[in-house]
């Protein structure tokens, strides 16, 4: 795996990872307040969501583990390196706000406050993967056909998961 390619993947997986926290939190607003089983869509949608982002992390350890060796990637390559740890950093965070709200049985104000801090920081782990996405994004239609190639083919194994 190539610099351009990497980005590819570091890109869907960054845009994918705060997509799915982002809407997991929207639906979780949207609950506060009420108990559970009252609002059974947006509960099956906030759900869905909050292990959506259990499975995104779980691509990109899948990603990282197979390439692992067989990459050198410069500027990111500690990026690269270092994702395993940060991975089950972040599971263990969003495992933990899985279990806040599995356990309570209703969507009061510190359920929500809880995951938002959970899901904040689980995004905080990946800040180097979101600004190299940030700057990968910056040039925008100049990016190479790998980079192009990489983010749809990690998109297309996430959207078959």
């Known amino acids: 795996m190539n ?3 990497f980005l590819g993947c570091v890109s869907a997986f960054s845009d994918s990872l705060t997509g799915e926290l982002n809407a997991a939190l929207t639906f979780l607003r949207r609950l506060e307040g009420q108990r559970k089983g009252s609002a059974f869509a947006f509960e099956m949608t906030m759900d869905r969501h909050r292990y959506g982002a259990l499975i995104v992390l779980e691509r990109w350890a899948d990603l990282t583990r197979a390439f692992a060796g067989h990459v050198e990637l410069g500027i990111y390559q500690e ?3 270092s994702a ?3 991975v089950k950093e972040a599971g263990d ?3 933990r706000a899985n279990n806040v709200v599995d356990a309570a049985d209703h969507y009061g104000p510190e359920v929500v406050e809880a995951c938002r801090m959970a899901f904040d920081r689980a995004a905080a782990i990946f800040e180097g993967e979101q600004a190299a996405a ?3 994004a910056s040039l925008g239609p100049m990016q190479p056909e790998e980079f192009r190639e990489f983010r749809r083919v990690f998109l297309g194994d996430l959207g078959a998961r």
Request: hydrophobic letters at 55%.
């Open 93 to 95: 965070v969003l495992e």
């Open 3 to 5: 610099e351009a390619q």
């Open 79 to 81: 990026l690269f390196d």
């Open 134 to 136: 940030a700057r990968a």
């Open 84 to 86: 395993a740890p940060r």
